[in-house]
């Protein structure tokens, strides 16, 4: 919004050129997010607790240790949604549509996860809304996504996936695109989801995948840039680097209230529209494949859970203590804060290597 009112005049006033700068422009979306986040959390922590008596439902059969969290609020996603979508809204090019369909994904998904979120409250078990029920409407809003950013793609690359570690190597998956993108975004929503189970533990991976994405977002969106480095040249996605940042600054915000022992969940509310929005940014970007080296650790946990329910259907024993993976860390004695570090070291690894892929062609 303040792009749109003061770039016009930057040719008046000296000041006003630096809202030209997406630079500029992104490192404001991160400390006015994580400022928003800071400002808003205290209220809405203590509304949560006063709406929620009994806190999310904790699982009967996970580890012991988890039994002393009942009583903890869930959705806490409320605050990294507001955070993202006022700082969003107020720096980025409103004319931007790449903007307006990450958003869409952002809080069409983050609903989703409210309703869930709400149902496990009154319900007071974890169970919340049908598993149908979720899949139904992530494909309804990842269809009306896609079909959107389909068209604001070049259309020499609109149904295309560019292939890691080649130069100009793309697939053109023509009709299948759409499906195709529908399911990096459900899928990257779910990961995240299932991986938002301690601590502290989904909500740092996020923040390093999306700087990760707001510097490939940055990349891909400049024509010079994108020559030199071999990779895919996407006029506009420039200016999701802003979201992104908003991203990271209020993951920050909401870290600070989330770390052991946690004030406040991110519930479904707050991990469906995460992992939803990094899809949707990377099928932009037209990085999906990159997606799942950088977050490797969403692909990880979500592996572990494929595997744990296979090989239990079809030969009655479990691979893991416990899926998804970082329980079963937990059940062999590992500390909840030994486990949550551990795989932030584990994000960011992944992260570099997803990272090298921009030069390694």
């Known amino acids: 919004m303040l792009y749109n009112l003061i770039a016009p005049f930057s040719e008046d006033f000296i000041f006003f050129n630096l809202f030209r700068y997406l630079t500029f422009r992104t490192g404001c979306a991160i400390l006015t997010s994580l400022v928003i986040c800071f400002l808003i959390a205290p209220g809405m922590i203590r509304w949560l607790k006063k709406k929620q008596a009994e806190g999310q439902p ?27 979508a006022v700082s969003t809204l107020l720096w980025s090019d409103l004319k931007n549509p790449f903007i307006w369909y990450a958003l869409l994904v952002m809080v069409g998904f983050g609903f989703i996860g409210f309703m869930d979120d709400y149902l496990k409250l009154t319900k007071k078990n974890t169970k919340g809304l049908s598993g149908k029920m979720k899949i139904l409407i992530q494909l309804l809003i990842g269809v009306v996504a896609t079909l959107g950013i389909t068209h604001g793609l070049p259309d020499a690359m609109a149904t295309h996936v560019a292939i890691p570690f080649f130069k100009s190597f793309f697939v053109n998956l023509s009709w299948f695109f759409i499906p195709w993108a529908v399911v990096v975004m459900i899928g990257a929503s779910n990961a995240v989801n299932l991986t938002d189970g301690l601590d502290g533990l989904a909500i740092v991976p996020v923040a390093i995948v999306a700087a990760c994405f707001g510097l490939i977002s940055y990349l891909v969106g400049n024509a010079v ?10 006029p506009g996605t420039g200016e999701l680097a802003i979201l992104c940042g908003a991203v990271v600054g209020a993951s920050m915000g909401f870290l600070w209230f989330n770390t052991p022992p946690a004030m406040v969940f991110m519930g479904d509310t707050g991990s469906l529209a995460m992992g939803g929005l990094l899809g949707a940014i990377a099928v932009m970007t037209k990085h999906e ?10 692909v990880l946990e979500t592996v572990s859970v494929i595997v744990q329910v296979a090989s239990f259907k079809l ?47």
């Open 289 to 298: 494949l990159v997606l799942a080296i950088i977050g490797g650790l969403f």
């Open 225 to 234: 840039f994108a020559n030199y480095l071999q990779i895919p040249f996407v």
């Open 315 to 361: 030969t009655g024993k479990r691979v893991f203590r416990m899926a998804p993976l970082h329980h079963h860390f937990e059940k062999k004695g590992w500390s909840e804060p030994t486990v949550v570090i551990r795989f932030w070291i584990i994000a960011m690894i992944l992260a570099l290597i997803g990272l090298s892929t921009l030069k390694l062609r």
């Open 58 to 84: 904790i699982r009967t059969d996970g580890p012991e240790t988890h039994f002393k969290k009942a009583g903890t609020p869930t959705m806490g996603g409320l605050m990294i949604l507001i955070s993202v």
